[in-house]
């Protein structure tokens, strides 16, 4: 689970490939040798998704991902929604208005503009950029073993904070803030593994849970996607691990995640949102250090505390607990039991060092290279120099997890905006005009490049922005020419404390500058940008409420690909980890955005399949793009909104000439690597001491 946006998890941050050249011939395993290997599979890899995530956190997510592929009904499974809160009024007032906080402050990760629409037309979600909504229905599951996935680590995962707040109702003296409780990860935990459980066997004939390397091998040579189960929960005790490997399957372990864990070390720092939590979890803050190559700093802590009417709240420490200091924030906790480590090494579980602090991954790996046992990093971006936090992988942490024979989830996020305009949080920008209009203009200073999308973000007040009218955006340019868009919110309320954001391409725009667009706008030209609503002297009180603390502007430029840059970054990681060792890592489902759009249109049928040995009915069901309902899902415009959506991206890599194809070539072999990093796990753990 990421809890955040691209800065936040798969930043690598400015380095340079490396020259394979330069690695031990033994760490760059070529293609051929994996495709002789003995019993050797076909198939890509995702190392970390959430199928079940619908039954953690509270509920807070909307739509299942179903049962039985043969019956299932996507517009039952994802009806329409209410963008406040996802659900009616429950009858209680505190916990209707805490659901209705939560939502905003969950859609506020990614400025995703929560819309009601689900069927038939499907126009507001799933999304790319929608945290909330499902995005792995069995439909969509079954769009991707189809194209080719085999391997996936299926991840249950929860969040004490969440599931708390959204319980709590109304209490005329007040509720007493709890103390944690570690039984609500385990029975989180066991809820949703059993569900697992129970959607696998309803998909037999496709997917199978496999307990061993063996039988993950004699799964895909069944031709099924074989599902090692995981666990992914912030306190659980080396005790309740093991209970869930020995009693549920469980295979694969974080045993660190978005905070710190008394029982194993310190997670990575890179959301305040985390840092509540570990207040929630260990009564403390976290406590840092200090990286003149990290740009992540932590701000003031907030603390759970009792509110009014039998509510609990988020309130601010009113003493200060981070000093000044030179670079961004690292946690200064590494390991804090190496015991509890080998325990789970001694059970030869696939290990994930995903959410660990820089310290405690080299404290781990020190203790991984004493028995030679390889670990994995399911979901996450790398770092060389200078980066956003330490929850991207050093390279030189990399190098070693590639030695013992790990292999790389790469998260498949990718943020590519330039800022144009940022009004920070906090000043009133919304100021009204004559009688006529509401009208708020701001002067931007020039930038470089050509952009045909722009992107309008607005944080609201403690009111809210009344949408019944809609609202314009104009983009004043420097011949006299303008671009003007009617309506961005399509007439919607945005809510008071919240954030959404609208995308605005040139080629929607009503009036245009003289000069022809075909290449986009021309920043350098772009001077003004003005948000407009107009009076309805007949409906007063829907004329008020503009109440905005900040408005933000960020271009995507024509020459700037999310698709392409996911592309490099693989290609670097498989610079350290060789053919194969690099899979995919989407976190989908778990609060994580995926690759937004792509600049290239992909056409059907997909060339790719053919050449990667997929043929027959599995070739023939991806003949066309993805439907659901009356929305036919398109990459280039919709990005990676759901699982299904792999089998495009896949189809987009390979289009890209030679990097690209070799991309697809490698995520092919990286079901194979993984079982073969299984088995050294396997054999691994008889040296564990």
């Known amino acids: 689970m990421a809890f955040g946006s691209s800065q936040q998890t798969n930043q690598p941050g400015g380095f340079r490939p490396i020259d394979p050249k330069q690695l031990p011939s033994e760490l760059r395993p070529r293609a051929e040798d994996i495709a002789r290997a003995a019993n050797a599979v076909r198939g890509w890899a995702d190392l970390h998704a959430h199928p079940a995530t619908h039954l953690g956190f509270g509920g807070v997510f909307h739509g299942s991902p179903g049962m039985d592929l043969r019956g299932s009904d996507v517009t039952r499974d994802l009806p329409e929604c209410s963008p406040d809160k996802h659900s009616g009024f429950d009858g209680d007032p ?106 696998v066997a309803a998909n037999a004939s496709w997917m199978e849970i496999v307990h061993t390397p063996a039988q993950a091998r004699q799964a895909i040579r069944d031709n099924k996607l074989a599902v090692i189960l995981g666990v992914e929960m912030d306190s659980l005790s080396p005790d309740r691990i093991l209970r869930l490997v020995d009693s549920y399957g469980v295979r694969s372990v974080i045993p660190i995640h978005l905070a710190n864990n008394r029982h194993f070390g310190g997670c990575a720092v890179y959301n305040d949102v985390f840092n509540t939590l570990n207040w929630f979890l260990n009564r403390r803050f976290f406590e840092v250090d200090t990286d003149p190559n990290l740009d992540f700093r932590l701000s003031t802590p907030q603390y759970i505390a009792k509110g ?25 906790l590494g390991i804090s039991s190496p015991d509890a480590i080998k325990r789970l090494m001694q059970r030869g579980v696939l290990l994930d060092v995903a959410h660990m602090s820089e310290k405690a991954i080299a404290e781990v790996l020190n203790l991984a290279r004493q028995f030679g046992y390889p670990l994995i990093n399911t979901h996450s971006g790398l770092r060389r120099g200078r980066a956003h936090s330490e929850r991207a992988m050093l390279y030189d942490h990399a190098r070693v997890m590639a030695e ?95 954030r959404r954001s609208f995308v605005l391409f040139t080629r929607d725009a009503t009036r245009v500058s003289r000069e022809a667009l075909r290449n986009g706008v021309n920043l350098a030209d772009v001077r003004q940008l003005e948000l407009r609503s107009e009076w309805y002297p007949g409906d007063p009180f829907r004329n008020i409420e503009w109440d905005v603390n900040a408005i933000r502007l960020d271009a995507f430029l024509v020459d700037n690909d999310p698709v392409a840059q996911w592309m490099r970054w693989y290609l670097e990681a498989m610079s350290i980890f060789g053919e194969g060792g690099v899979a995919f890592g989407t976190d989908m489902n778990g609060f994580a955005p995926q690759i937004a759009f792509s600049r290239r249109r992909v056409s059907y049928p997909l060339s790719y399949l053919s050449a990667m040995g997929i043929r027959g009915e599995h070739a023939a069901a991806l003949n066309n793009p993805f439907r659901m309902g009356s929305k036919t899902f398109d990459l280039s415009r919709d990005g990676l909104a759901h699982y299904g959506m792999f089998a495009d991206l896949l189809e987009d890599l390979w289009g890209r000439g030679s990097e690209g194809q070799q991309v697809v070539r490698s995520l092919f072999f990286s079901a194979e690597r993984v079982i073969q990093t299984w088995e050294r796990a396997e054999q691994a753990k008889e040296r564990v001491r």
């Open 308 to 332: 009014s009417m039998g509510a609990l709240e988020p309130r601010p420490f009113e003493r200060r607990v981070y000093t000044d200091g030179f670079g961004g924030h690292k946690n200064r």
């Open 94 to 199: 505190v916990r209707d208005e805490v659901h209705k906080r939560l939502l905003r402050q969950l859609d506020a990760l990614t400025g995703f503009r929560h819309g009601r629409h689900g069927p038939p037309d499907y126009r507001d979600w799933p999304h790319a950029l929608s945290v909330l909504h499902q995005q792995m229905h069995v439909t969509m599951i079954h769009r991707a073993y189809l194209a080719g996935l085999r391997v996936m680590i299926a991840s249950v995962t929860d969040n004490q904070v969440i599931g708390l707040l959204r319980s709590i109702g109304f209490n005329l003296f007040g509720n007493d803030v709890p103390p944690a409780n570690p039984q609500h990860e385990y029975d989180s935990a066991v809820r949703q593994l059993e569900f697992l459980q129970r959607f």
């Open 404 to 498: 013992l024979g790990g292999v790389f989830g790469l998260g498949s996020e990718v943020d590519a905006k330039v800022t144009l305009a940022h009004v920070d949080p906090g000043q009133r920008v919304w100021r009204p005009g004559t009688r006529q209009l509401n009208q708020w203009v701001h002067n931007l200073a020039p930038a470089a490049g050509f952009s045909d999308r722009f992107v309008l973000t607005i944080d609201t007040g403690g009111d809210n922005l009344d949408g019944g009218y809609g609202f314009g955006v104009f983009l004043r340019l420097r011949d006299g020419g303008e671009l003007f868009w009617d309506n961005v919110n399509r007439n919607e309320e945005i809510p008071g404390h919240s």
